[in-house]
């Protein structure tokens, strides 16, 4: 797919719009000010904190907001639970600023609301990978060590006697429950809710959410992620929809139009990824709470249900991996699905190929595709664009959001002009204030206040990003990030594995697929079904590789005795 012929005209459209925004004493102005030690843009306008976020949504009354399954949550019974379960985590557990609260369940109500009654008593929500292991949710717990843990049943199950002391809050269960553990029902009902929200006095630079993303040792790393940080990324996401609406009534205006263009539907979005991600819970769930939309949650990812939804609920959004809008464009039921209420159809996690864009926008009758660049570690997107603006230049990711800054450097650290292809790096009040409990990967993530993204990309002379390859050891299959050395780790613990190297394939449906290349001790054996059945228990499934080849050469290596992982892809890329 090439680029519009107006491209060059959309993007000075955009930008102007954008730059009128940002103006000194505009909705989006912004000062530098020195947030942990590091200068950055602070929009003038921004909510203190997440709590006032929730609270501003208390006027949406009996409107939808969460849609599980046949069950149905206006704002009003939202609040009341939340201010319910907020006491409880105050009076019960200490829980407030300094402390955290864990979350470990599936795409439910109850996660949505543990979500806001955490950060509204100023405790910060440790999201937990929903499809980790027992020894991952182990280690989690261990590293972040929460006041209390809000799980399903399915999760209590999984964790057993690890349990432990914790205190517990289960949901969704019907079996008996550990003598640390009350009913979510119990402590969570709106019959008995307080007519307030606890007090809390919090700060604008407190943790408001630790993510766990994958790190260099095998373990995962909780990312620190502040109420200003994800304010931010809020704002962030409110002002590029405005910048683009903006552009195009000036643009409509410019041609003569005298009808003004017709107004959005009510925000209805669909979510098929996981809460415990920034782009299902920053970027999705916080824009539609703060718009007062409605939030239509799945069990689990199936393009025939997500269809069957659209239809039902009317959805405008979908935010999900590439592989999601690939698999419902070609799917039978496509043809037969009103997906008219469709506005938007997109997101991130991985990058969106040119065809898809075209697909998307050919396959809409209302809507246009979009896409955002973001790390866990910047809170939520540090690009984003949609509509004709992304359909113009589907290369880019979009423009820098205009809170943070952006150099690309080469090996040496050195910054690059405009243009050239190296390291990009941000900087900004949304990037994370460090790695919980890890100083040192903090130091090696950060420098000079400078965000080390691990991708390899270039901005142009407009601020839009192109991202053109990764520098990190990860693969990001489905937009699950996994790294590949702690696949490796646990391939390392067959005594019959002299070399391992992990890396990845490309897969038409998930973006890539893991794969793996061994070569044993001399004298054993080992072969696929032994090693999956090693790798069971330590590691979720979807970190498992999908093809394994056993060498009987040493693998390739570079002067500095690294693995030639590019050299294994290229090898095994087109074999069967």
């Given at each position: ?136 949710m182990e280690f989690a717990l261990n590293d972040s060590e929460p006041v209390a843990l809000i799980l399903d049943g399915e999760r209590l199950e999984r964790l057993g006697p690890a349990c ?99 107004e959005a539907p009510p925000l209805v979005a669909l979510l098929p990824v996981p809460l415990f991600h920034v782009t299902g819970c920053n ?294």
């Amino acid at each position: 797919m090439t680029a519009d012929p107006n491209a060059s005209e959309l993007v000075d459209d955009f930008n102007a719009a954008l730059a009128s925004l940002t103006a000194p004493g505009g909705p989006f102005g912004w000062t530098v000010r020195e947030v942990n030690g590091v200068p950055v843009r602070v929009y003038d306008n921004a909510m203190p904190d997440m709590r006032a976020v929730w609270a501003m949504s208390a006027a949406h009354g009996d409107k939808d907001y969460l849609v599980y399954g046949e069950k149905r949550y206006s704002y009003a019974e939202a609040h009341a639970r939340v201010r319910a379960l907020a006491h409880h985590l105050r009076t019960a557990y200490g829980a407030g600023p300094g402390t955290r609260v864990a979350i470990s369940m599936r795409n439910y109500p109850e996660w949505v609301l543990s979500h806001w009654a955490i950060i509204s008593v100023g405790a910060a929500a440790v999201g937990m990978n929903s499809w980790w292991t027992r020894p991952e949710m182990e280690f989690a717990l261990n590293d972040s060590e929460p006041v209390a843990l809000i799980l399903d049943g399915e999760r209590l199950e999984r964790l057993g006697p690890a349990c432990g002391e914790i205190p517990l809050v289960v949901a969704r269960h019907d079996g008996d429950l550990p003598a640390s553990a009350l009913p979510w029902e119990a402590v969570a009902d709106p019959a008995n809710a307080p007519d307030a929200l606890p007090d809390a006095n919090i700060d604008p630079d407190d943790d408001a959410l630790i993510f766990y993303t994958s790190g260099t040792t095998g373990f995962p790393k909780g990312a620190q992620l502040t109420h200003r940080a994800v304010v931010h990324n809020l704002m962030n996401m409110i002002l590029l929809t405005a910048s683009g609406d903006a552009a195009r009534a000036q643009r409509m205006a410019r041609s003569g139009a005298e009808e003004p263009p017709p107004e959005a539907p009510p925000l209805v979005a669909l979510l098929p990824v996981p809460l415990f991600h920034v782009t299902g819970c920053n970027c999705v769930l916080h824009t539609v709470t703060i718009a007062g939309g409605c939030l239509v949650m799945m069990y689990r990812w199936d393009a025939a249900e997500a269809l069957r939804l659209i239809e039902r609920e009317g959805v405008t959004v979908f935010t999900g991996v590439p592989s999601m809008s690939r698999e419902m464009l070609q799917h039978p039921d496509w043809e037969n699905t009103d997906t008219s209420s469709l506005r938007s159809m997109g997101g991130g996690g991985a990058a969106i190929p040119t065809d898809l864009v075209r697909r998307i926008d050919d396959g809409l009758s209302q809507g246009r595709p979009g896409v955002g660049y973001g790390l866990t570690e910047t809170a939520g997107i540090a690009t984003a664009i949609s509509n004709e603006f992304y359909v113009a230049n589907p290369s880019s990711v979009g423009p820098l959001v205009p809170c943070m800054e952006a150099i690309v450097v080469d090996e040496n650290g050195a910054t690059l002009d405009p243009g050239q292809r190296g390291e990009l790096r941000l900087r900004g009040p949304n990037v994370m204030k460090g790695y919980l409990n890890r100083p040192d990967a903090t130091a090696e993530a950060i420098v000079d206040g400078w965000f080390r993204t691990g991708d390899i990309a270039e901005v142009d002379d407009g601020g839009w990003i192109y991202i053109k390859d990764r520098i990190k050891d990860i693969v990001i299959r489905g937009g699950e990030n996994i790294h590949c050395s702690e696949v490796e780790e646990a391939l390392y613990e067959l005594d019959q594995i002299a070399e391992a190297a992990v890396f990845g394939l490309p897969d038409e449906r998930l973006g890539e697929a893991v794969a793996a290349a061994v070569v044993l001790v001399p004298g054993t054996e080992l072969d696929e079904a032994a090693l999956a059945k090693h790798l069971d228990g330590r590691l979720a499934r979807f970190k498992h590789p999908r093809d394994v080849w056993f060498l009987d050469e040493a693998l390739p290596r570079n002067a500095n005795g690294k693995f030639l992982k590019r050299e294994l892809r290229e090898r095994f890329a087109s074999t069967p």
